[in-house]
């Protein structure tokens, strides 16, 4: 089945929240006025995939459209065939 958004759009996947941990540079960090720290990215991360969890909304889980909206289960309508207005916006990506 596909899965369509209130606002006509195609469900693409899921919104997940994956754990993880930003490197930063050792020398770079600073504290700020208010007493917080602040430090340079490295732009390296080591993802912890085993602790990846679907993302919840009130305790249901979000989908996102093809725009990136997100979109509660509950507010999601299954179809049986693609809509015929997502074909042919398809075709004309394709053309």
Same mark, same amino acid.
């Given at each position: 089945?596909?899965?369509?958004?209130?606002?006509?759009? #195609?469900?693409?996947?899921?919104?997940? #929240?994956?754990?993880?941990?930003?490197?930063?540079?050792?020398?770079?960090?600073?504290?700020?006025?208010?007493?917080? #720290?602040?430090?340079?990215?490295?732009?390296?991360?080591?993802?912890?995939?085993?602790?990846?969890?679907?993302?919840?909304?009130?305790?249901?889980?979000?989908? #996102?459209?093809?725009?990136?909206?997100?979109?509660?289960?509950?507010?999601?309508?299954?179809?049986?065939?693609?809509?015929?207005?997502?074909?042919?916006?398809?075709?004309?990506?394709?053309?």
């Amino acid at each position: 089945m596909y899965a369509l958004a209130p606002n006509g759009k #195609l469900i693409i996947g899921t919104a997940d #929240l994956i754990p993880a941990l930003g490197y930063v540079h050792s020398d770079s960090f600073v504290r700020n006025a208010n007493g917080t #720290l602040t430090a340079e990215h490295t732009g390296r991360s080591r993802v912890y995939w085993d602790g990846q969890e679907r993302e919840k909304h009130d305790n249901q889980p979000v989908y #996102l459209d093809e725009t990136g909206e997100e979109w509660r289960a509950d507010q999601i309508t299954l179809l049986d065939a693609m809509p015929k207005q997502v074909a042919r916006q398809r075709e004309k990506e394709n053309a």
